[in-house]
């Protein structure tokens, strides 16, 4: 091309410049593709991961109907939509914030399919406070919220059997009876007592037959710990210095009955199922499996330590 020459040189400076360009772009990209493919993940997810996880675990939609109907509790449950996603209560056994992992525990107790943030979960929380002695709110508070722990507490049999110092004796080896592998999480095993797996069989069945959404997934209500040997367990949680902890009792577990079983409900991603940070028991929760139990599971002759959305012990025989 005539007299094309330095507008040609130009515009070939111009593509040496775009191709290095081009190839520094590449190499960027190629870098951050393998720092995605061969770095792992940090093992603890981050504060936006897990803020993430309680959004997706939030309860969709409006309230049902007549959820909004008493403006007397305006003010109440203004406080209690608040104090459940924030309070610095220690009612369990250590910090917590808030109270949302006990909402399906409260409404059943108080009989109202209303969200904690309504008028009419706070009028009935008012009737419950004033029929337990308490001032009638309809705010919850620490003592109210403490009173519930205790009225849980009472249901299991294991809690009045191992206070005071003392811890009741396991069974014998024969007194136990292996889980089917399809009854483990992922496979595992597991040992119980004949009835509690007799009761267990009886409520997974049920379960599955009554909620579509248990009977989708055949890891859910899988069993990840059963009978636990007390000098292993004391082993087990000295060597991870928890020995103290809520979920521990001491050294005193319930899963020495061979009454209690630990069942997967499904967990928060990055979190294993019986994980006790307060993200995955809010995640948990809020599980249909863990809404069916607290509905149902009570007709089987189980309860739950409420602390632990997994953690279930039969109360058909004495511990
Ligand atoms: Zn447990």
Redesign the pocket.
Known sequence: MAGGGSADDASGDAAVIWRVAGALVLLVLALAIAQRLFVRPPATPQPDATRAIVAAAAPPGPPPPGCQTDPGFAAASGANAATSANAPWSVFGRPENGWQVYVPWIAHDLGVGCPPDSQAFAAALAAWQHAHGMAASGAMDEPTLRAFDLAWLRRRPFVAASGHGQCPAPPPPSGLVAIAPAEGYLGQLAQLRPGTLAAYRRMVAAARAESPAIAADPKLLTIF?GYRDPAADAVDCAAKHDCATP?RAGTC???RTGL???IYLGSAPGYPP?SSDDANRLYESRTPAYLWLVANAGRFGFVN?AF?P??WEWTGEPP
């Open positions: 710990s979920a577990s319930a899963h209690a079983m630990d019986e330590y632990e997994w953690h």
